[in-house]
């Protein structure tokens, strides 16, 4: 692992802790040349899962392509990378327990609207707009409305 402030490889572990799911373990590393400390994340690879969009094509899944719509729906939020990164791995740990290797999309969006939702309304609210495809401003205030119910309300 290069060290990202003077790019050298030598550095040692300080501490490790694996995900609550198991799937990912964060280290704590110091570079042995300059003493910065830096973390890192090893995740399993995750091989052979694809995705049944709406219109039944088929395509790979891409974990970036999940990290990127939740950063979106979570910009100027006060939710950090390291949330972002947890909500992805458990989204993903929940759809492979559920599904075999074949997804579907709608799968995916409703995994990631229900940890939104528990998380950050405002992100949630953002991904749901693109999600739901809404197409005026009622649909928003609709899905406002249905957050201030408990959760088991129909939304």
């Known amino acids: 692992m290069r060290c990202p ?5 030598e550095d ?3 501490d490790s802790r694996i995900s609550k799911e198991g799937s990912t373990i964060r280290r704590r590393r110091e570079c042995l040349e300059c003493s910065h400390r830096f973390t890192t994340t090893e995740a399993l690879v995750r091989e052979g899962l ?44 929940i759809l492979e327990a559920q599904y075999d290797h074949q997804i579907p999309s709608r799968a995916i969006g409703d995994a990631v609207m229900e940890r939104l939702r528990k998380m950050d309304q405002v992100a949630y609210v953002r991904f749901a707009s693109i999600y739901k495809q809404f197409r005026d401003v009622t649909e928003f ?9 408990p959760e088991g309300g129909s939304r």
Do not use: N, W, Y
């Open 5 to 9: 402030k003077c790019t050298s490889i």
């Open 12 to 14: 040692k572990v300080i």
């Open 50 to 93: 694809v995705v049944i969009k709406r219109d039944g094509r088929r395509e790979d899944f891409d974990r970036e392509k999940l990290v990127g719509s939740a950063r979106a729906a979570c910009h100027k939020r006060p939710v950090d990378a390291e949330q972002i990164s947890m909500l992805v791995e458990d989204v993903i740990d």
């Open 141 to 149: 205030v609709d899905e406002i409305s249905a957050l201030e119910k």
